[in-house]
């Protein structure tokens, strides 16, 4: 079946700090590769994605590749900013395209 | 891209009672998506609503504690029924953009309380 497993939180860095956050995933056929972002008090925003092996998704500074040989999607950043606290789930897609599998979230807060 | 109107924003509801969900996209569209995110989970798809026939519900969930009508291709509601505070919850919904790359749009959520 479909799953994503994601590095735990909360996590706690100061501004200018290095992030990546663990995503791995299980799933039949090639799915396509999200990162979504819940800032506090909003709906979930797609901030990234890649859909197919060795792509790499990149958007506000973050960074992800489809790294198929180890079935993972690790979002980074080099320097991150204290607007960019919030909750990232990553996710995938199953064979149609339509239904999405999230991870449990990660809840990112940059202390200045 | 798409733009989903949820609504209410929260509530707060007496357990036994029901609430009804609305959620209105921008766009006509085929599938629509209902998921529940509990405190400190991750989202589960509760059901997906197609228009003009049933919705089809993952498993755990049921139509009878669940239903959901979808009348047409820009709006569908959910109603959690005979809620106990285990249905506390924030749930979504969700339109999905196949026809070029797939991608999801969710609207904000309803943050669901029950007493």
């Known amino acids: 079946g479909n799953s994503v497993t994601q590095m735990e939180g909360p996590v706690t860095l100061s501004e200018e700090a290095f992030l990546t956050i663990n995503c791995t995933y299980t799933?039949?056929?090639?799915?396509?590769l999200f990162w979504y972002v819940q800032y506090p008090g909003e709906g979930l925003q797609l901030l990234l994605k890649a859909t197919k092996a060795d792509d790499k998704g990149s958007n506000k500074g973050f960074e992800a590749t489809y790294r198929k040989e180890t079935t993972s999607f690790h979002l980074e950043k080099g320097s991150v900013q204290v607007s960019d606290s919030a909750v990232y789930f990553c996710?995938?897609?199953?064979?149609?395209?339509?239904?999405?599998?999230f991870g449990t979230g990660t809840s990112l807060t940059v202390i200045p | 891209s798409a733009v989903i109107s949820q609504k209410p924003s929260r509530d707060i509801c007496q357990r036994g009672t029901s609430l009804t969900i609305q959620c209105q996209v921008d766009?006509?569209?085929?599938?629509m998506f209902w998921y529940r995110q509990q405190p400190g989970q991750s989202l589960t798809l509760i059901a997906t609503a197609n228009q003009g026939s049933e919705a089809t519900y993952e498993s755990g969930f049921v139509i009878d504690k669940f239903p959901i009508s979808r009348p047409n291709l820009t709006f569908s509601t959910l109603t959690v029924s005979n809620m106990s505070p285990e249905d506390s919850s924030i749930y979504l919904c969700?339109?999905?953009?196949?026809?070029?790359?797939?991608?999801?749009?969710f609207g904000q959520g309803t943050r669901l309380t029950v007493v």
């Open positions: 996710a995938l897609t199953g064979a149609t395209g339509n239904q999405f599998y």
């Open positions: 766009s006509q569209v085929t599938m």
């Open positions: 969700s339109v999905a953009n196949t026809f070029r790359w797939p991608e999801a749009f």
């Open positions: 799933a039949t056929g090639y799915p396509s």
